[in-house]
T-cell receptor, first 111, second 113 residues
Framework: DTAVSQTPKYLVTQMGNDKSIKCEQN?????MYWYKQDSKKFLKIMFS???????INETVPNRFSPKSPDKAHLNLHINSLELGDSAVYFC??????????FGPGTRLTVL | AQSVTQPDIHITVSEGASLELRCNYS??????LFWYVQSPGQGLQLLLK??????LVQGIKGFEAEFKRSQSSFNLRKPSVHWSDAAEYFC???????????FGGGTRLMVKP
């Protein structure tokens, strides 16, 4: 069974569109995260979400909004997509102060 | 705020040779330290972690890392590299606030036959 899954794996869209990436974990973890990996492989935390508490990296534009319908899911919604949003987005989950388990990533290409 | 530096962007070693990947961190308290590996087109897999206790930690695939507080380092080592170890390696430090990880820039390991 896949521990942390993301859909879609690839997403190609036009500038200005709105898109969502879904993440699900079946590990029973309390905390979920979104990371962005740019073209130079640099990984940066975007959000941490624990029991309805959202911690936002303040450098993330407010066009990005995480939505968590329940503890096992954390979706990422992006409004008004820009060229610079092209990246690989990783979802992860953990128990607090334990290692994080990463999903396979979603490669977003904005044209 | 915490930070992680991986000084080597690329490293090439011969198969069977030993390996050491460097990681230096900056963090005000006792850090939670991790090494992850990313194969091409894949997600990140945890190799090993340090939270407390023994400063030499063993991980999967024959990797180990040593936490040295005096040097603010957490270097990854392997005594004999296999061709399948070719990948991108990331060092990370965990913060209490939100448990978010700060990653280093990564080191790309290439293995010569």
């Amino acid at each position: 069974d896949t521990a942390v899954s993301q859909t879609p794996k690839y997403l190609v869209t036009q500038m200005g569109n709105d898109k969502s990436i879904k993440c699900e974990q079946n590990l029973g973890h309390d905390t979920m995260y979104w990371y962005k990996q740019d073209s130079k492989k640099f990984l940066k935390i975007m959000f941490s979400y624990n029991n309805k508490e959202l911690i936002i990296n303040e450098t993330v534009p407010n066009r990005f909004s995480p939505k968590s319908p329940d503890k096992a899911h954390l979706n990422l919604h992006i409004n008004s997509l820009e060229l610079g949003d092209s990246a690989v987005y990783f979802c992860a989950s953990s128990q607090v102060r334990h290692e994080q388990f990463f999903g396979p990533g979603t490669r977003l290409t904005v044209l | 705020a915490q930070s992680v530096t991986q000084p080597d962007i690329h490293i090439t070693v011969s198969e069977g040779a030993s390996l050491e990947l460097r990681c230096n961190y900056s963090y005000g308290a006792t850090p939670y330290l991790f090494w992850y590996v990313q194969s091409p087109g894949q997600g990140l897999q945890l190799l090993l972690k340090y939270f407390s206790g023994d400063t030499l930690v063993q991980g999967i695939k024959g990797f180990e890392a040593e936490f040295k507080r005096s040097q603010s380092s957490f270097n990854l080592r392997k005594p004999s590299v296999h061709w399948s170890d070719a990948a991108e390696y990331f060092c990370a430090v965990g913060a209490d606030a939100g448990n978010m990880l700060t990653f280093g820039g990564g080191t790309r390991l290439m293995v010569k036959p």
